[in-house]
């Protein structure tokens, strides 16, 4: 058996590719046991973010995993092959840890995908999907990316998507209009924990007030008492979207919740003027054919590269640093795996060949009981019969190895088996 980790990122996939192979949290429970019914694997944790959708399980049958994971996307196997990377045993082990400390992040060393593999790993947890490999394996996955962030500088001052978001904002909407960007009139979308962020850096750009929108409204007017501003139930968006001047998007819906006629509507109804919005949901929330209409200004969360990658400089070192830490950590992991299995087989082995042994003689002794021995005779027999039988290949191999003078296998026997110094009895 061994740790596949398989999937698609941002850097192998366009959003396109990555909206079509999308696991949402609220069905992982689904996913993972049609994949535990298919029999490939006992052991497996989905990941899937903006960024990434990855599957990391123990099988034998790549092949099969392969075509699982693609089985779960509309995307053609044509589109998605190209895209796709599959890591295997220690590059796999690598890999997850890179992921876990924000290394193969949009932006590097972002702290938000640990959290969000704690998530998915406590969703397999709770489905049945890990055992004792996933165990150890995920939690030495959480302790490194623990060490890291100690270590090194990885995590020092990150832009983040939701900070590139609102650069990129402050950027277009200069360009659009001549209005100071405190003035704006800004929609908020979605109430989670990226549009929590979102508030507090708008809230740093002195913009004091706006609308949230969300499905539960009650959420959102908990975050717009926060901020000072209005909420709505997402049934009200096209009333939001008329007054706005900025719209960011950010929920987990799986289908676009903006609408290019809702969209046209708003335009409609208000003077010219530009609107600017930034959706970095994936899959998206905003309908990509709002961008055709006019004055409508639509971008996604890879439009925001530029700022992001213009931000990486000064923290490659430490991601040098981390990634040398992680692949002596991977090597160590896999080492280790191997010695425990080495382990585990020799002792399966030598418990198999003891059973072999007393189930051979306990046979004799019940036909012994059979006949009418006495029962005394027959355990004593037996006994002894075991006992010497149990030596008798120890026995001639130390021997053998006295004889060679091979003394430490004599002192590993005296180890293995607990067994006292005869220099420390006779004192």
Aim: proline share 3%; charged share 20%; net charge negative.
């Amino acid at each position: 058996m061994s740790i596949l980790a398989i999937g698609i990122n941002h850097k192998t996939a366009s959003i396109v590719l990555r909206e079509k192979m999308y696991f949402a949290l609220d069905k992982l429970s689904l996913y993972l046991q049609d994949l535990l019914n298919s029999g490939l694997t006992q052991e497996a944790v989905l990941l899937s973010t903006c960024n990434r959708s990855e599957l990391y399980c123990e099988a034998e049958d790549l092949d099969g995993i392969r075509d699982w994971f693609a089985s779960q996307t509309t995307a053609s196997k044509e589109e998605l092959a190209s895209s796709l990377y599959i890591y295997k045993d220690e590059e796999a082990v690598a890999h997850i840890m890179q992921v876990a400390c924000g290394l193969d992040s949009m932006v590097l060393g972002e702290p938000q995908i640990l959290g969000q593999m704690k998530e998915a790993f406590s969703e397999s947890c709770t489905v049945g999907a890990v055992d004792s490999l996933f165990h150890r394996l995920f939690q030495q996955v959480f302790t490194t990316a623990k060490e890291i962030r100690t270590a090194t500088e990885i995590g020092a001052c990150p832009v983040s998507v939701v900070s590139a978001a609102l650069s990129f904002a402050k950027q277009h909407y200069a360009a659009l209009t001549t209005n100071p960007f405190t003035a704006a009139n800004v929609v908020l979308i979605g109430a989670g924990e990226t549009g929590e962020l979102l508030l507090r850096y708008l809230k740093t750009q002195g913009i004091k007030s706006g609308v949230i929108v969300n499905r539960h409204v009650e959420k959102a007017k908990a975050l717009a008492k926060e901020w000072g501003g209005q909420a709505c139930h997402l049934d009200d968006i096209s009333a939001a979207l008329t007054h706005a001047d900025i719209i960011f998007s950010a929920t987990g819906s799986a289908l676009p919740i903006v609408t290019e006629g809702m969209v046209a509507e708003a335009l409609n109804r208000r003077q010219p003027k530009p609107l600017l919005m930034i959706d970095i949901a994936v899959p998206r929330d905003i309908d990509p054919a709002v961008a055709e209409l006019p004055q409508a200004h639509l971008y996604c969360i890879d439009d925001l590269m530029a700022i992001i990658a213009s931000n990486r400089q000064g923290r490659e070192h430490a991601a040098l640093k981390a990634k040398e830490m992680i692949h002596k950590k991977s090597m160590d992991f896999i080492t280790e795996l191997h010695s425990f299995e080495r382990v585990s087989h020799t002792i399966s082995a030598y418990r198999g060949q003891i059973e072999a042994i007393c189930r051979a003689e306990l046979m004799k002794a019940k036909w012994q009981l059979q006949q009418g021995n006495e029962a005394s005779d027959v355990l004593d027999a037996f006994a002894q019969a075991f006992i010497k039988k149990l030596l008798h290949a120890p026995s001639v191999q130390l021997r053998q190895a006295g004889a060679e003078g091979r003394f430490e296998l004599l002192n590993l026997a005296k180890q293995l088996f607990a067994l006292p110094d005869p220099e420390v009895e006779r004192l």
